[in-house]
């Protein structure tokens, strides 16, 4: 016998407008990882829909934060929003603290997610290690804060690594389990991941197999935003490689991981394929190819690193794009945690 068919009616899906949410840690320098993972692609979508780019500082503070740095960092933060050519005219950009409706709705989902659902979540046993009870709860809550960020604004869209794939399930789950706990069928939506393009992830110079990272004890492991050209230059003729020329095909380029990245990167800056720039550089040594990468790198780079630092020159300047942005975004959070409030049966008064 087969089945009979479902007679209950359809959940209603989500009608709202499109919007982007996205932010990055001020809990150290940004590198060429989080520009072409992550910078870009604001660039790129601030274009496309309404965005919101927060500098997550709640987040940050998950771990130890120095108080007397935590400010500069996320102006540093926003001024490489800036110079990478993010526009505060098109899209907000703001502190996350700065918006009360982050932590107001992420406690109303701390009542709505489930241990279990947080005890399968990798991330925070890595960043734990051995000694989880010594790590903060805030550490712990993390992506709970991570889906109010995103939902605060009903985000329909995030973009997204692997390493935060796990999260936006997450946020589906606590969107879907607060719609339906408060009858309130598509009222969250369920935010659909922008997963990370070819060249978005970049690794180590140091170490193929490791991503890039701001906390790799190696400054040569990373190139720096705020890097000059003549650092830039140095990092990417030091970086690790192999002594055999670049392969023609990419098949001979995957277990070659310094190969694979470097390749990689320059693909990334110059806006084509792996393949292209095999069809280029294929059967010639590191001796040619690494100057070419260390020319596009300064040319592509070092303009970003120059506007930072003008930018970090006038911390007025980036205050007033903060505020600005804050404000926006309130005005876009502030109906969404009173409707979601008045949902949950809170005191209206």
């Given at each position: 016998m087969?089945e009979?068919?479902?007679?209950a ?6 009608t ?35 965005c ?14 120095d108080?007397?740095k ?7 933060i926003a001024?490489?929003?800036l110079?990478a ?10 502190p ?5 409706a982050h ?28 000694h ?20 605060v ?15 936006l399930?997450?946020?589906r ?34 170490d193929?197999?490791?991503k ?24 990417i003729?030091?970086?690790k ?18 190969a ?10 110059a ?7 095999l069809?280029?550089y ?18 592509v ?19 007033k ?16 945690i009173e409707?979601t ?8 008064g």
């Amino acid at each position: 016998m087969t089945e009979p068919e479902s007679t209950a009616a359809p959940v209603p899906a989500y009608t709202g407008p499109s919007r982007v949410l996205s932010g990055v840690q001020p809990s150290g320098a940004l590198h060429l990882g989080n520009y072409l993972g992550a910078l870009t692609k604001f660039v790129a979508l601030q274009d496309q829909t309404e965005c919101f780019f927060c500098v997550v500082d709640l987040h940050a503070i998950t771990v130890w934060q120095d108080p007397a740095k935590l400010t500069a960092q996320t102006r540093e933060i926003a001024a490489a929003y800036l110079a990478a050519g993010v526009d505060p005219a098109k899209a907000a950009i703001f502190p996350q603290s700065a918006v009360r409706a982050h932590a107001e709705l992420a406690w109303i989902f701390n009542c709505v997610a489930r241990l279990g659902w947080l005890d399968r979540m990798t991330q925070f046993k890595e960043k734990s290690g051995k000694h989880k009870e010594r790590s903060s709860v805030g550490l712990y809550t993390y992506p709970v804060l991570q889906a109010a960020d995103i939902l605060v604004y009903k985000a329909t869209q995030v973009p997204v690594g692997e390493d935060q794939k796990q999260h936006l399930e997450l946020t589906r789950d606590i969107a879907a389990k607060f719609n339906n706990d408060f009858s309130a069928p598509g009222f969250f939506p369920l935010t659909e991941p922008l997963i990370e393009g070819p060249g978005a992830r970049v690794m180590s110079l140091r170490d193929g197999a490791a991503k890039m990272s701001k906390s790799d004890p190696s400054d040569n492991s990373r190139i720096n935003l705020m890097d000059d050209a003549d650092a830039i230059a140095q990092k990417i003729r030091r970086a690790k490689t192999d002594p055999e020329p670049l392969p023609e095909g990419l098949e001979d380029l995957k277990p070659r991981p310094e190969a694979d990245n470097l390749v990689g990167i320059y693909a990334a800056l110059a806006g084509v394929t792996k393949a292209e720039v095999l069809l280029q550089y294929g059967g010639r040594g590191f001796g040619d190819f690494k100057p070419a990468l260390a020319d596009l790198a300064v040319a592509v780079m070092g303009p970003i690193g120059e506007r930072m630092r003008r930018l970090m020159d006038d911390p007025a300047e980036i205050d007033k794009v903060l505020r600005a942005g804050a404000e926006r975004a309130q005005a876009v959070a502030e109906p969404v945690i009173e409707e979601t409030k008045r949902l949950v049966g809170f005191w209206p008064g």
